[in-house]
């Protein structure tokens, strides 16, 4: 899949990416047959919405639901998106730890993959100015994951990527788990808690010497 040259060069890594932040995107332009890596922030507003500072911005949407809900399902239809990442983080209930314990979670071989998303327009009628925004979509966790979370992002393999960003209505098939067995989870430290911390040495692996509740 080749990815058109775009605005973000030297854009900065982030390690430690939060909601409302602005995170790189591929997206594809179906009328010019382009594909592009852009700037979207994190927090999804319907290109419909009145007045977005009031209401609440999905971060995530379901499977399940992404096809059937409004604030989605147009999204779904028209404007699917691949937020490319190194890894993502969950967090666990501890027995005896008051916070609950992050966990990094990526690709066994280190590579970067693509993660299943959904992408918005939206305009000011006042200013004129757009906010383009996204969220990701999640499916059931796969046994790796299940131990710490029920849930986990939609994985694209890179044969689906293509298929994913393409004009086709319902790809519903491509959302589903991930196979646990090309993936790796380690514990980290509560530093990921606060989106400040944002250096390499938020997944420095950790020893958890207490029980799971």
Not at 13 to 22: D, I, L, T
Not at 98 to 112: L, S, T, V
Not at 141 to 159: G, K, Q, T
Not at 176 to 184: A, G, H, I, S, V
């Amino acid at each position: 899949m080749n990815v058109r040259d775009s605005r973000v060069h030297n854009y900065p890594p982030r390690w430690n990416a939060a909601p409302s932040q602005e995170l790189l995107v591929i997206r594809r332009n179906h009328k010019a047959g382009e594909v592009s890596l852009d700037p979207l922030r994190w927090g999804l507003i319907p290109y419909w919405c009145s007045d977005p500072t009031g209401g609440r911005k999905p971060i995530n949407a379901k499977c399940e639901t992404v096809r059937d809900l409004p604030t989605f399902r147009d999204a779904y239809r028209r404007r699917r998106c691949i937020v490319p990442v190194d890894g993502f983080f969950e967090w666990k209930a501890i027995k005896g730890q008051k916070a609950k314990q992050p966990y990094a979670i990526a690709m066994k071989d280190g590579a970067p993959f693509g993660i299943a998303g959904i992408w918005e327009n939206w305009k000011d009628l006042t200013s004129g100015e757009w906010t383009r925004t996204f969220a990701i979509i999640t499916t059931d966790a796969n046994e790796l994951v299940a131990d710490i979370h029920d849930r986990m992002p939609v994985i694209l393999s890179r044969y689906d990527c293509a298929r994913w960003l393409s004009e086709e209505p319902d790809p519903r098939d491509l959302m589903r788990p991930f196979p646990p067995e090309l993936m790796r989870i380690w514990p980290i430290s509560t530093r990921v808690n606060k989106p400040e911390n944002d250096d390499p040495s938020i997944l420095d692996p950790i020893q958890v010497t207490t029980d799971a509740a």
